[in-house]
């Protein structure tokens, strides 16, 4: 039997793909998210230790590889197009594996969500049900290039940061960190616009309006760009408002570094999209960071 035979006809997914399913290195913006807004409330986190841990394996690992194992699910014939190696158009993951294991870890997220109160139970329903709206029929926001990238956004970075916050403060937060909370949110519209250039081929032939397939791949980066800029804008504002201009002029530092990666991203957007999500969302969410010290204690 050849090495693709054996493939084709497994009947347990590798424990290799199972780890490829779920995307570890998709779970660092959540799990980010989720500690600026436990900074952001002013607690003291030594003594909350096990709330944070227990939210960053929750945002991270569990509901956000439930939310990688449900779109490759539900995306397993545009992934035959665009990366045919993935995990479950490879037969690697094999059958319903990619279903069952997105379900499993759905419970799981239910469950772990409990342990962290009203607010983070509350929280955890409003994720998992917004991870199976984004891939799964018929709702399936990911057809659309405004939606999609706007849900993942709000679920990436918005949604944690208020968690981590509610969380740790064992209330709603302060309006400021909720302010805050949602204006980069927003601006990560534009982080998983940019995400969206690796699949465009197989998004042309299946009916996923993506930004890059509806606009091309320039005017769809320079969307995604204006939208980051224009957030971190606004950020500023409000910091200076509230008199902390100090933590509001390293965040203009880093939107002028990030304009000079964004040159570099304009010289050829398809190919460029993975280097920018490397150099500049990183710029990026070190912002996010200083802003959740601004603001703490802040009330």
């Known amino acids: 039997m050849t090495v693709s035979s054996e493939i084709r006809y497994r009947r347990f997914p590798e424990p290799s793909a199972l780890l490829r399913l779920i995307k570890p290195v998709t779970w660092f913006p959540p799990m980010w998210a989720y500690l600026c807004g436990a900074i952001s409330v002013g607690v003291s986190l030594i ?3 096990e709330l944070i841990l227990l939210g960053l394996v929750l945002c991270g690992p569990v509901v956000c590889g439930m939310s990688q194992a449900a779109n490759d699910w539900c995306d397993r ?17 094999p059958g319903r594996w990619g279903l069952w294991v997105a379900i499993a870890m759905s419970i799981l997220a239910l469950c772990l969500g409990a342990l962290l109160g009203i607010w983070g139970f509350g929280a955890t329903i409003v994720g998992v049900i917004a991870a199976w709206a984004y891939s799964a029929e018929p709702v399936r926001l990911k057809k659309s290039g405004i939606w999609g990238p706007g849900l993942v956004g709000l679920c ?26 949602f204006v980069y949110a927003i601006g990560a519209h534009g982080i998983m616009t ?36 224009a957030a971190q804008l606004l950020v500023v504002g409000l910091l200076i408002s509230w008199q902390r201009s100090e933590h509001a002029f390293a965040i203009v530092f880093l939107m002028v570094s990030q304009v000079f990666a964004m040159r570099v991203l304009f010289r ?18 070190i912002g996010m960071m200083i802003s959740a010290f601004a603001v703490r204690g802040l009330s």
């Open 156 to 181: 990436y970075e918005g949604l944690p940061w208020f968690t981590g916050a509610a969380v740790l403060s064992a209330a709603a937060p302060a309006w400021p960190t909720i302010i805050l909370a």
């Open 47 to 49: 003594g909350q230790i």
């Open 194 to 229: 940019l995400n969206d250039f690796k699949a465009v081929k197989g998004d042309l032939q299946t009916g996923v309006r993506s930004l890059p397939v509806v606009l091309g791949p320039r005017l769809a980066a320079f969307v995604a760009c204006f939208i980051m800029l």
């Open 77 to 93: 014939h545009v992934d035959a197009i665009n990366e045919p190696d993935r995990p479950i158009p490879s037969g690697r993951v």
């Open 268 to 285: 050829d957007p398809a190919k460029k999209a993975p280097w920018y999500n490397g150099v500049g969302v990183t710029l990026y969410v």
